[in-house]
């Protein structure tokens, strides 16, 4: 057992509360990492505020950079020493992860939301009592924490630590969603709902190849600001008239919308803003939405559900950092740092739209 800072949830909703904990050393097929930066995402708040009661105090975050600090005795593909993203977790062996697909892998949710390991251990307590983790396989709001081994990726050691975080989840969801399932041709138009740092990360994944014209809609000016200096043509506040515009703004229609917004309403003005066989991918955290079946269908609507950017993280992750060297994926620039006994300050930017993605350091 090491002894370890944590932010834990003590019940569904509450608030962050930084405490002692103790934690296991790694198993044979496991990662000991300590945390230099975890980026904090929309998704951990939802989850934290819909999590079971049964499973709490619990210790989330999933977008974790660190240093390896130990490794199981099984463990072949990094070192002590090693500098290492964190992403999501999955088996290796079903058939989707075969297939290079594990955001699809079979056992996703035992891997990722059970609040624990698939055998139902945590490898965190609290006064003695079990600690639920494994948030995404690793929850990163701590400092350090035991991850499997195909949850890290090792990265180049001078990337900045706060520019790799995000890479985990929010970079490669965006990027992906448009690098992977889009694959759009360049001069083809794309446009991006939500500036925050999954869509931010898919408009400069769209801009790199040569989308054109890009476009942003957000209703925080600073977002929409950035939007432009990160390459859209534009960027527009939600409002009437949105779709009107969108179709003008792109010749008649998009040929691709990125929807990261989760919102019913506005996925339904994000299809009625595509052209005909125009593809529209769902990437936010929302409730049902109801669509004009005949309308997709005269349209022919392509609708894409996408989790993670049908990212392989250990082939992907390079993928975007070659992106970053070359100028092309700048995602430092969605980043503002919080130490990580400020989670809460953290968590108040991010409401409030004056931080795109906060990242807490770690001393």
Known sequence: M??????????PGAPFAVRDADLEEPRPSEVLVRMEAAGLCHTDLAMRDTWPQKLT???FGHEGAGRVEAVGTEVTSVAAGDRVCLTFASCGACDQCVADHPAY??????RNLSGGRPDGTTPLSLDGAPLHAGFFGQSSFATYAVVHERGVVKMPSD???AVVAPLGCSGQTGAGAVLNRLRPAPGSSLVVLGAGGVGLSALMAAVAVGCDPVVAVDPVASRRALAVELGARTALAPGEGLVAALRDLTGGGAHHVVETTGRPETVRRAVSALRPRGEIVLLGLGGEVTFDVMGLLSKGVHVHGVIEGDS???RFLPELIGLHRRGLFPIG???TTFPFEEIGAAVAAMADGSAVKPVLTFV
């Open 2 to 11: 090491r002894r370890v800072r944590a932010a834990v949830a003590e019940a």
């Open 312 to 314: 392989d993280p250990g």
């Open 333 to 335: 620039r969605l980043v």
């Open 57 to 59: 105090p619990m210790v």
């Open 105 to 110: 892998c079979r056992a996703a949710r035992a």
């Open 159 to 161: 990337l900045p630590s």
